[in-house]
T-cell receptor, first 113, second 113 residues
Framework: QQQVKQSPQSLIVQKGGISIINCAYENTAFDYFPWYQQFPGKGPALLIAIRPDVSEKKEGRFTISFNKSAKQFSLHIMDSQPGDSATYFCAASFEGGGNKLTFGTGTQLKVEL | GAVVSQHPSRVICKSGTSVKIECRSLDFQATTMFWYRQFPKQSLMLMATSNEGSKATYEQGVEKDKFLINHASLTLSTLTVTSAHPEDSSFYIC?????????FGEGSWLTVV
C-alpha cells in the first residue's frame, strides 16, 4: 500500500534530449507527489511537485505529468544537459499519514555530450 | 539558499562510542522533522519522525535505544547514534516541512571505525 515503484533504474540520454522517469503508486490516499534531485554526497533537493487536482505541472525544463486513474506520474526533463546528471527520486505522501514521504527506488540519469 | 541545515557533514567515530547529528530549520519553525538513512546507490529509508516536545515515532525495525532522537525546540532535532558499530556507517539525512513543502538537509556521513 505504501510502495512507490520507479523506473527505469538508470537512464542515459544525449544532450538536448528528453529524459523521462516514471513512477506508480498504490495508495489512493497519497495527495502530494514531489520529485527530488540528488547529487553524490548531497541531500535531495526538491525539483518540482504536484497535487492530484492537476494533470500536469511545468517549471522551466521540468514537467510532471500525473494520471490519477492509472495511479502514475512521471518526470520529463526537456533539453537535458550534462548538469542534469544526478539521481532522481519520486516520492508520495498524504496529510493523514503525517506527511511522511515514501520514496521510489531512484533513477540514475546520465546526460552525455 | 538552504532551509534545513545539518551538522556535522562528515564524522568519523570509533566503534562503541556515540555520535550526535544536528538538524536545524533555518528561519522557520518545524514541529515535525524526519530522519532518513541512505546506503550508497539506494533510496532513502525513513527511520523516525521527530516531534517537538514529545517522543519520536520510529519506523518498524528501527531500534529506538540505538537511534535516540530529541526535538527540544522548534528549530532543532538531534539524532544520536549510540554504541556505534561499523554497520551503522551510512548517510543520515533530515527533513522538515515548511508550508506545503518538505525540505532536506545536506546530509551527514557517518563512518564508524
Amino acid at each position: 500500500q505504501q510502495q512507490v515503484k520507479q523506473s527505469p533504474q538508470s537512464l542515459i540520454v544525449q544532450k538536448g534530449g528528453i529524459s523521462i522517469i516514471n513512477c506508480a503508486y498504490e495508495n489512493t490516499a497519497f495527495d502530494y507527489f514531489p520529485w527530488y534531485q540528488q547529487f553524490p554526497g548531497k541531500g535531495p533537493a526538491l525539483l518540482i511537485a504536484i497535487r492530484p487536482d492537476v494533470s500536469e505541472k511545468k517549471e522551466g525544463r521540468f514537467t510532471i505529468s500525473f494520471n490519477k486513474s492509472a495511479k502514475q506520474f512521471s518526470l520529463h526533463i526537456m533539453d537535458s544537459q550534462p548538469g542534469d546528471s544526478a539521481t532522481y527520486f519520486c516520492a508520495a505522501s498524504f496529510e493523514g499519514g503525517g506527511n511522511k514521504l515514501t520514496f521510489g527506488t531512484g533513477t540514475q540519469l546520465k546526460v552525455e555530450l | 539558499g538552504a532551509v534545513v541545515s545539518q551538522h556535522p557533514s562528515r564524522v568519523i567515530c570509533k566503534s562503541g562510542t556515540s555520535v550526535k547529528i544536528e538538524c536545524r530549520s533555518l528561519d522557520f519553525q518545524a514541529t515535525t522533522m524526519f530522519w532518513y538513512r541512505q546506503f550508497p546507490k539506494q533510496s532513502l529509508m525513513l527511520m523516525a519522525t521527530s516531534n517537538e516536545g514529545s517522543k519520536a515515532t520510529y519506523e518498524q525495525g528501527v531500534e529506538k535505544d540505538k537511534f535516540l532522537i530529541n526535538h527540544a525546540s522548534l528549530t532543532l532535532s538531534t539524532l544520536t547514534v549510540t554504541s556505534a558499530h561499523p554497520e551503522d556507517s551510512s548517510f543520515y539525512i533530515c527533513s522538515a516541512k515548511r508550508g506545503n513543502t518538505i525540505y532536506f538537509g545536506e546530509g551527514s556521513w557517518l563512518t564508524v571505525v
